[in-house]
Each structure stands twice: as structure tokens, then as C-alpha cells.
């Protein structure tokens, strides 16, 4: 029995509101003479520290840097080594592309290939975003025996690629070939089932090639990550809560929505995104706000941009507590420390604000103070049954 | 491999003693400026806290409230969802009913039906427990196709009734409707293997309406929680230890004793209990020493109660230590805040004070303290191995 097996049991319905606000890579490293929430001045977020429970989550296990898919299911108490969100259902979420069960969905550039077939450039000169719009719309709703075929621009030269209906693998080698010199790879069946969907998938890369053949400065596609929606139980079904999700990026949205979370309209600025808030309060058990500036900065290296960013959402505090609720949940996906300018191994500040959370003496919200919490270090997955836990929406186990 | 399978493989004979004091629903929160832990004078633990190495158990996983059936099943190093107590056995287990490997217990209310057959009253005006021994009587020993069926008085028109002999199977529905209005349900196999087992079960029942027809108040008995004796391995085999429970509660005992312990003999009183450690002590290694007063008065919402029942216990800690066991542990089976007034998710306090312990700088037997004590968080079923550890009865994993 997995966790969610045991959740899913426990979990009663109740009138209480949880809000779990994730900063997208919250965590960060010293630099300029602390780290991000230690150089910021966040005086909201450090007295919610000293009136909450507070610890360091680590998004999979000690060590492993996520990316944005495992780090969320995680977060929603979906054990990431058991559900994986690949590649190419990541674009298509991305790009606002609304997926259906049995969706089949790859990666895609639009690259040269010359008269010989070979490819010269993977990445067609990093075209622009308005001319991968138009030969999308060259290539956007072709259907092969029953199957129809999305296609979508994601930016410059990449497109992400849907094929629904049938019976369709996600075993399927890349027809991208990584390198150039060599011609587009035959996409090659991995096992024996998916040996119709190459037939397929290769039928629609000689169509593309066809039809692109005349066009500048991409005459070809390279697909690769070839990934279905995976087969997921819903949050709201498991956890009893009627959910909802406020994210400005389009890839938080979709994962949330795939996991069956309301999906509320919000402005793109975080200030809108509280406002959004406010406003749906009285309707959803559990909201779910996203915040990605935090993490964009880090994968800049903008460590003055972190700390600006931090105090903004610092400001917004203050009326999150105006709304009451009965659990408030502060922490991020994943650390991504300036320094390394990217996503980062290194476990996550956390902070469990409820009625019923034993205080810890906690000071402020850093990672240092978080360490010594009363929470110690968890892995995210474990956060669900302790948020459902604070707001008393679980039964007791056995008698 | 699970952790039990590891220690029986470590576990080795040795001449040191251990005591496990386990006060039942030891944790709390803050209430009256303090947690019970905090506000109560407990000069003797907590030096032994400043001796030891401290920490804090959740008894099955962070965020999930336990049961006393499984939270001790983890406490003595058993996984709590791979083996469950279930209903039925836990109610025979509390009235001292003796139950063999193969029995089927099942909860029973007095009930009250009227010439239609439908239920008027699931617990018939609460009838009282002198009445309920009655009928019992009259429902006692009676044997069908070689099954033996055993009734016994709970309390007011609760009883318990096990079936033995045969091969029994637990997968029945209940009879008890939980509705007034309607007939007493017929019992149906959940599973085709079960089918034997429910036709005996309604035979039982209607033999029981024909017995109890011209009695007052009650005239039939509604069953609930079928369930068998797990079949678990003893405490004694696995960890290689003469073990010893002293407990005043009929269903601690019976937890004890369905892992293989010795049942001592002991008062109702907590002095009574110590009494009974030193007396036995030469006899065995491993001392199980269940205080119930502290988590009845949490769920009562009795404070002040608690805080006198820590303050009681506190003063026999001296006499504990003057039998100067290699190794004392002291801890909960999980939380009881009084302001709940239930059993809680809340981690638990723990000290293990043994010479060969790493002592951690913790000043008090306070969650505050514990929390930031050397152990850290740790899961239940971890302690079992920290305990033989330290008794020096595990030998080394590998070469």
C-alpha cells in the first residue's frame, strides 16, 4: 500500500480551506552574503515562520534535482519514480495544447535538412516565433488512418506535436538525430506494441516532409520524447478536496489539470494571482498558487531579482491571512539557487501555518532557521497527508 | 527485504535488559501557555532526557493519526499496514478473551427488533452491562458444523462474539445496518472463499433471534468487523529477547500476548505497575510497560489530569533507574492533545538512554526539546532496531 492508497481511505470531507502557495524554486545558496530569503527583507513571511511548523522538504530524494513534472507531482503527493509526466506531454501542457487520455505527444524543431536529406541545421537558424506559426498551420490537423495530428508552435524553432485517437505507444525511439550531417532517424518501435504508431508517427514525418519541402528556413521535423498522458488518479477524488489552481505559466496549469484541479483565470502578474485568490476563496476546499518569477530569476542568475521578487510575494502575506485559513502552506517545487543558475538537488524551506501545528521556535523563513524546524527533513510526498492532516480532513488509521 | 527480516537475521542473545516505557498518547500542544510535557514539573525525566539521546516517532508516517492496534504493531517494529488488528479481534483482545490462530472475531450490539423483524433500537436503550452478561450466557457455547461460537459481555449492549474452528474467513459483510427501519442485513462473502463462513455466520444469527425472541430489551445481536487473528510472527523469535508486558488495559495485554509475550501480573494503579517491573525484573530482557491514564485523560480533554498523571509517573523514574537497565526508552504510541481530545497525527517524544547512547545536548522530556534531539524524526518501526542496538543484540550487517 502506497501512500496515496492510504489517503485515499482516510480522507474525509471537511469545511476547512488550505492554501499551499509554492515559489517555484524557493531554496537558494550563499552569495553577496547570504542567500536569497536571507538577504531579502521579509518581515510577513519571517513571523509566519515563528507562529507555524517549519522544515526542509526534499522534492524526490537527498541528492536528486528534479525537474518542474516530478517536483509538482511530488508536491501533490503523487510518488514521482511511479507517475512520470514525459517530455513531450510537458510541451504540449506548456503551450496550453489540452490533452486527452490515450494523447500521444512529442517534441518537436523544425530544422534544414539539403537535397541530399541531411540535416544542416537542427534548429532551422532559431527561426522566428511568428514563422513557426505559419508552418504549423501547414501541418496542423492531417489525419492518418483515424489518428489526427496537432501541431502547435512552442517558440523559435520548436513545436510540440499531438497524435490522438487509436491505440498508441509511447515506445517509440526520436527520429531527431541529434547531431547533423546524417538524415532524420526512421522512428523505431522499442516494443512490439508500439510497432503500428512508428508506422504512423513515420508516415506523418514523409507527409511533413512533403509539404515543407518548398519552405524556408525549415523544410523538415525532428521529433523526439515521444510520451502519452499518463494514467494518474485525480487529486480531488483521492483527497476529498474540491481544488483549484492559480498559475501564470501554462505548464503549471496543465499539470494541475491533469491531475483534476479547477484552473482559475488570473492576470500575469502575482499581484493578480492573489487577487484571483481572494476572489474564489469562498468556492474551493484547496488552492494551489503558483509563483514562477522566483525560479526564472534563479535560472538567470539574478540573485537581486530573487530578493525583489521575495518581498514583493512578502507584501502579499498579510492579506492571505485575511482570508483565514485553516492550513497555509509556504515552500517551492525545488531549490534553484542564483549561484547555479539552475534547479538544484538542495531541499526546500517550508513553513505549515494551522491551528493545530506545534510551533517550533522557528525565527524567520531561511533556509537555515527551516533546518532546525520542528519538521525536520521530509520528502515531498509526505506533504499532503500533513497538510490534510492540520486541516482535519483525515480519519484515523485502524482502531 | 522488510526491517524485521534484517533483525531476525542480527538479532543475537545477550544478557542486557531494556525497558520500554510507553505512556500511552504522549504528545501534546500548547494550551494553557504550554504544552502538558512543558507545564508539568518532571524533574527525574528530564534529567534522564539530558542523559540520553532524544527524538521524535511518527508512528506510522508524518501526518497520519493511528489507532492504538497500529501504532503499537510499529512501536514494536511490526509494519503497520502490512499486518492489521482488525475490529473484531481488538474488542476480544480488550475484553482478556483469549483468541487462538484461526479465530473470527466479530463486534456485536444487543439490539431490538420488532414483530416485522425490523430494527427499532441498534443498541437497545443502551441496556445495562448486568443484562448484557445475561444473554450472553443464554448465546454462549453453542456449536455449529463443528464450530465453536463464543459470546462475551463488552460493556452496556456491546459484546463481542468469536467463532473457532474450521477454516473461517473474515471476508463478510456486516449485519448490523447502522439504520433503524429495516431488517438485520444477511451476512454475504465479500470473496467466493468466504461463502462457507457467511452461511455459518446467518445460521448463528438466526439460532440468536430464535434464543433472544421473548427477551427484553434486547432480541437479536447485529454483528460488525468480522475479522481473524493475523498471523504475525512472535516478538520473542524475531528479536531473540525473553519479553514481559505489564499493562492494565485488557487490550495492551492482548496485543502483547498475540506477539508472543508474557503477560505479568500486575495492580490497576501505576504504582502497581513499577512494583511489578521490579519484582519480575531478573526474569526477563525485554520489558513492556504500558501506562493508559494519560491518553484517556487527553481524550477526555483532562489537561491538568495529564499533567498530574507525568508528574505521577515522573516520580518512579528513580526506582526505574536504580534497577539500572542497559537500556530505557521513553515514549508514546502516539499523541493525545488534550485540546483535541483525540488521538492526533502529531510526532511523538522519544529518549533512549543507554551507556553506549550519543547524548545529544536535549535539556528536557519536551516536544520542543525532543524535536531538536540527536534521533531526529524517525518512524516508529525504526525503534525496535535503535533498541537492540543499544542493548548490544544486533551483530553486524555484512563483512
Not at 74 to 85: A, E, V
Not at 87 to 112: C, I, K, Q, S
Not at 384 to 397: D, G, P, Q, V, W
Request: proline share 5%; charged share 25%.
Amino acid at each position: 500500500m502506497d501512500i496515496q492508497d492510504l489517503l485515499k481511505g482516510l480522507a474525509i470531507k471537511a469545511e476547512s480551506k488550505i492554501i499551499l502557495l509554492v515559489i517555484d524554486g524557493l531554496g537558494g545558496l550563499t552569495m553577496d552574503g547570504g542567500t536569497e530569503l536571507e538577504v531579502a527583507h521579509l518581515p510577513n513571511l519571517d513571523h509566519l515562520a515563528s507562529i507555524s511548523i517549519c522544515g526542509m522538504l526534499d522534492p524526490i530524494l537527498p541528492g536528486i534535482t528534479p525537474g518542474s513534472g516530478p517536483a509538482h507531482l511530488s508536491l501533490f503527493g503523487y510518488d514521482p519514480l511511479k507517475y512520470s509526466i514525459g517530455r513531450g506531454v510537458l510541451e504540449a501542457l506548456g503551450v496550453d495544447l489540452p490533452l486527452l487520455e490515450g494523447d500521444l505527444a512529442a517534441r518537436g524543431n523544425f530544422a534544414t535538412i539539403d537535397k541530399d536529406g541531411k540535416v544542416v541545421d537542427r534548429r532551422a537558424g532559431r527561426m522566428s516565433t511568428e514563422r513557426n506559426r505559419e508552418l504549423c498551420l501547414l501541418l496542423d490537423g492531417m489525419e492518418i488512418d483515424g489518428v489526427k495530428i496537432i501541431t502547435k508552435c512552442v517558440k523559435e524553432h520548436r513545436l510540440v506535436v499531438v497524435f490522438r485517437g487509436g491505440d498508441l505507444s509511447e515506445e517509440l525511439s526520436d527520429s531527431d538525430p541529434q547531431v547533423i550531417g546524417v538524415p532524420p532517424l526512421d522512428v523505431r518501435p522499442l516494443r512490439e506494441e508500439a510497432m503500428a504508431s512508428s508506422r504512423l508517427v513515420n508516415e506523418f514525418l514523409n507527409k511533413a516532409r512533403e509539404i515543407l519541402r518548398d519552405q524556408v528556413p525549415a523544410n523538415m521535423v525532428l521529433l523526439r520524447g515521444f510520451s502519452k498522458t499518463p494514467v494518474i488518479p485525480a487529486f480531488t477524488d483521492l483527497y476529498n478536496v474540491r481544488a483549484a489552481c492559480i498559475a501564470t505559466y501554462p505548464m503549471y496549469r496543465g499539470i494541475a489539470k491533469m491531475i483534476g484541479m479547477e484552473i482559475l483565470k488570473s492576470g500575469q502578474e502575482i499581484e493578480d494571482e492573489f487577487e484571483t485568490l481572494k476572489g474564489e476563496f469562498a468556492k474551493y476546499d484547496f488552492f494551489y498558487l503558483h509563483i514562477k518569477r522566483t525560479d526564472s530569476m534563479g535560472e538567470d542568475g539574478n540573485f537581486d531579482g530573487r530578493v525583489k521578487t521575495l518581498e514583493e510575494i512578502d507584501r502579499f502575506i498579510p492579506k492571505v491571512m485575511e482570508l483565514e485559513p485553516d492550513v497555509l502552506v509556504v515552500t517551492g517545487d525545488h531549490s534553484t539557487p542564483s549561484i547555479l543558475r539552475s534547479h538544484s538537488w538542495h531541499p526546500v524551506p517550508l513553513l505549515i501555518r494551522s491551528r493545530y501545528c506545534r510551533v517550533d521556535g522557528v525565527r524567520g523563513f531561511t533556509e537555515m532557521e527551516c533546518m532546525r524546524g520542528g519538521l525536520g527533513r521530509l520528502q515531498s510526498i509526505n506533504l499532503m497527508s500533513l497538510i490534510l492532516a492540520h486541516a482535519m480532513r483525515l480519519k484515523k488509521y485502524g482502531a
